[in-house]
């Protein structure tokens, strides 16, 4: 089975960095996804991790650690609007199942 | 380029009453089809995926249940709600061997 555990809760403040860990259990998956939600809306997704290692996409980056069964977004000059929920996701690779399982997500909030 | 749409985008119904709730994607062919459901605050459980016309994978057994009757239409439906069904309904579409996955708008629904 799989499941990744992410922190319910962050607090930053506006031009700062944060980053969001997702540590995982599962017997093997393609990648490591995230995805942003901002209240009332639909997730979208921000990047991925095929591979171990940095990837970087103008003020957000993921990281991925397949050893350590770990991963993490780090969010860079933090604005306001980066207040929302982010979701770490992989697709695992048992047979047949082509659905993304979701970490339970962690609320960022952005102070002034 | 490719879209996604759900509706409603809210809906309140009283317990024991019936659903269906339709999502529908535009710009692309045979894509992988998803239903989430999402209780507030919380994380993304899947419910029912499909990969092709007619053919539905069901993650969680309940009182809920999904069809594909056209390649880029999914339906989520129920004979009878219960107060529990109460959530924000999420399709969302993968292109096969893709990373990304794409959400609908959502639709809000409130059991009473």
């Known amino acids: 089975g799989q499941s990744l555990e992410q922190p319910s809760e962050v607090t930053a403040v506006e031009g700062a960095i944060v980053q969001i860990n997702c540590t995982y259990q599962t017997s093997g998956f393609y990648g490591l996804s995230w995805y942003q939600q901002h209240d009332g809306g639909a997730p979208t997704f921000l990047s991925y991790?095929?591979?171990?290692g940095l990837e970087e996409t103008g003020r957000f980056s993921s990281f991925l650690s397949r050893s350590d069964s770990y991963g993490y977004l780090l969010l860079q000059e933090l604005q306001m609007k980066d207040s929302a929920s982010y979701f770490c996701a992989v697709r695992p690779m048992d047979t047949g199942r082509r659905a993304l399982t979701f970490g339970s997500g962690t609320r960022l909030q952005v102070q002034p | 380029s490719q879209t996604i749409h759900q509706w409603p985008a809210t809906l309140v119904q009283p317990v024991g009453s019936p659903l269906s709730l339709e999502c529908t994607v535009e710009g692309t062919s045979n894509p992988n089809l998803y239903w989430y459901r999402q209780a507030a605050g919380r994380g993304l459980q899947l419910l029912f995926y499909s990969v092709g016309i007619g053919q539905i994978s069901s993650e969680v057994p309940q009182n809920l249940s999904a069809s594909r009757p056209q390649d880029r239409q999914f339906i989520l439906s129920s004979k009878k709600l219960l107060l529990s069904d109460s959530g924000f309904y999420l399709c969302?579409?993968?292109?096969?061997?893709?990373?990304?996955?794409?959400f609908g708008p959502g639709t809000r629904l409130t059991v009473t």
């Open positions: 969302a579409w993968r292109e096969d061997r893709a990373y990304e996955q794409y």
């Open positions: 991790n095929a591979l171990d």
